[in-house]
């Protein structure tokens, strides 16, 4: 069993386990991190916890210098600099909550997260599509993700930016809705 914990820093449930408990007991289970969230997602850099066999296994099948030392120097900065996870965290809780009530406000439905990102659902007409709501958006320089591989045909995922990027994308959507 595979626990991906990528968005651990952002859930501040009291229920949530991110599950490196269950990790150190079990013989069959790991947890996976990333650090995309820390600005590092192109270093392709992330860990993992678990049994020692299958860290074993895995370090016999992956390739020789499959991450490089300056991104694993980058990853342990990161982890080390509680300051900026923190100031991040904060910036992505408050930002979370204006877009998913903007978009709600402009009639769009929006999946709850506790992550960095909202899944924008988009009216089921042509006009109107996650497609054509794409599309407007990435001529204006707005780039967000199709899901439709993920099985949300009429959706887009949105990630939390910056304040500019988000009213941008509010005010870019409210244009595009009225047309």
Known sequence: LVLDAAYAEYVRRNDYEAGIELAGSAENVVMTRTFSKLGLGGARVGWMYGPAHIVDAINRIRGP???NATAIEAGIASIRDRAHIERSVTHNE????WLSAELTGLGLRVTPSVGNFVLIHFPDDKKHSAAAADDYLSARG???RRVTGYGFPNALRMSVGTEEANRG?????????KS
């Not at 408050?94 to 909550?97: A, F, G, I, P, R």
């Not at 994308?169 to 809705?177: E, Y």
């Open 65 to 67: 210098f499959n991450v």
């Open 94 to 97: 408050k930002w979370l909550t």
């Open 142 to 144: 707005y780039i967000l």
């Open 169 to 177: 994308v509010i005010d870019a959507l409210k244009t595009f809705l």
